[in-house]
DNA sequence: GATGAATGAGACTTCATTCAT
DNA sequence: AATGAATGAAGTCTCATTCAT
């Protein structure tokens, strides 16, 4: 569990054919649900036999897991990459509400998976929950960073990173739900506003 | 439990009774999951014979949404009388945010249940979100409330309301995922002071 | 497991039902052994449906259990009636040996999975040791008389019990394998020579 | 394990190895018998690939034929050893008698598979029955050896060398059902008394 | 000679649903 | 109105066997 799945078996060299296969999978389970999918579809999408998923998966429960994990990694490795070029935390915080938004609409069957399981009691939620803290870790990461500087006013990190992204989330699967797309500027506008006019300290509040 | 028929508990006047049945579905349902709670362990928990459960309901999807329409229902009634004594909008969101963390910790089984809905493909989507409208109506209507009077400042009503709705769920989700409580004080007090910053125009600001 | 099983679901008010259908059973398992009998041609074998089984046995192997059960129980009951009129513990070993070659003969069905159980490692040992000692408690029952009387040299009964069984049980076999019937005079002669020469006192011996 | 090549274990001439890896396949098949044991658990076992085995068998059956055969040669090889320094009939039947205990207690992996095989209608009986041949030939021979110059009554040679078989399988696979150990001279003493004074001319009884 | 990834037929088991009582 | 025995479609998983390397 610590390589990344997949690895063994299905990259043939490159990483990339491993992502290939572990999206296709993630696109068959979001299409349907964990229990609806079933191992015979996500075989027939992949293009192998039913008895060459057993031989890398133990179940079907550990692909899923590996795809839920390549969906946390898929996603924090983006945010990273977003923030990277910031300079303040505002600022970054500006990329991440960006960053999270362009995932979830190019990737919400992955994101569906994700909240799925939040609120699965079947599959140990810990491990879940363990899975999003990197991208938490990352917000609250930005949140301290700004409250070391004075650029925002004392709140607690934890439940701030969580309320950034339960907007961002909520906000986005509500649109992905009636409509198909997210209007971006709106809702990046409106998270930003709300936000960080919430939090940040007064005197860094101009510029928005 | 077996002193009312089921029919008259189910369909009746008596709405505590029917109330006391679909919260123990709810349980059923909530403690495993749609799919892996079968129609014998509901009926199991209510205390009646599997057949019963086919009498009065056409399928267990039938049942699952009953069930579902309950929560929304239950939360939105909770969430009308909450805000019944607030006078100013910002007092309301208060109200509100309170109302649903107890909600939430109170009835985390039907909340999981609502997310998870949330995020299903399996049973229409559309309806789901229809569910839980009654709720994020109310929210964006304090939202139109305040705009109207100025106590708000410029922002789109839906969005804000989503996003105040998943601050409210994720923070609250993810102390269910890890502990059995939520810090209420903690929670309410940063959501608080994020929300009605980010959204409150300059004058209205000060008690915070 | 006390009950006789099939009791509740498939004997229609008689014994004779509830035997039938392990007849049944036992038919379909001896002739192709245990991993070879589908729980299909199971169901097919006692015209009911697949989930029929289900409904009535937890498992492929309960039913197993249960139809080893049944044949053991058979064979004691058997064995008990064919010993009740006889006198002398020596005529009621000679009855013994005519019941089993008779038993093995009817039911070679069922003593063949009885064998098998004895030597696999599969379905817990002791429980199927525990099968056979009805029958063999009541051969070494028979011997524990005879010593009393005087009528037996003196011998270890339980090892005796064993050894006829052995020698029959070996010596039906043998046959069935080859051929499709056992030459009972023959056989019943042969073992009932050796064992009682064997075992009387030598003032018994006479009659022989 | 690994010095030698597995073809040259298990067909050239160094026969020490070939009977090495077949005792190996013996215990793994022994261990949960015919079906539940798996190819890759016997090449595990061997310490080769699974596609090794198929190398050197056609089959899975067929590599279960030869550890079967190879277990009946071994008990055969030994039974004839264990006769050659003995001098009469009775004498030789003793022999026989700890032999087969011995070997029963050395190899019940493999005497667990024989006996399984006698009662198994799935692979050919006839050869199976063809391979316990060899073994009660012996045994018939010495009842014969021991008709011809009066040293035994007038028994069916065949019914009685079965008798014998079955008097010692069965007593030794009850010790080791229920215990690990078998009480060698408690069941030779037993088994000796029975069947020689039961076979025994009245002359030839003394020494008992 | 040896390997082990890939296969796919087939097994056991589950469970929503029906219906005679 | 309520029951629960019976059903059978469908799903997960196993494993003997093959074959390219």
Redesign the interface.
């Known amino acids: 569990m610590k390589e990344l799945p997949f690895s063994s078996a299905f990259k043939s060299g490159s990483n990339g054919e491993s992502r290939h296969f572990l999206k296709t999978a993630a696109g068959a389970f ?7 999918t079933t191992v015979d579809e996500i075989a027939g999408a992949l293009g192998v036999a039913k008895g060459t998923i057993y031989y890398h998966f133990k179940s079907k429960e550990e692909l899923y897991l590996a795809v839920i994990h390549e969906g946390a990694y898929l996603l924090e490795e983006q945010m990273r990459r977003s923030i990277s070029a910031a300079k303040t935390p505002a600022e970054k915080i500006k990329r991440i509400i960006e960053c999270m938004l362009s995932f979830i609409e190019k990737e919400n069957d992955l994101v ?2 994700f ?2 399981e ?5 599959i140990q ?2 491990l ?2 363990q899975m999003l803290c990197g991208s938490l870790r990352i917000i609250s990461g930005i949140m301290e960073e700004g409250l070391k500087n004075g650029s925002f ?1 004392k ?2 990190p934890e ?2 990173a ?10 986005a ?2 649109y992905l ?2 409509a198909e797309t997210i209007p971006h500027d ?2 990046i506008t ?2 930003e ?7 940040l300290a007064t005197d860094y509040r101009e510029g928005l």
């Open positions: 979001a299409k349907k649900g964990y229990h609806r569906f998976l909240i799925k939040l609120c699965s009691t079947e939620r810990a879940q929950a006013k709140v607690n439940i701030t969580r309320s950034l992204y339960g907007m961002i989330i909520i906000s699967l509500h739900s009636y709106q809702v409106a998270i506003k709300i936000f960080l006019e919430g939090t």
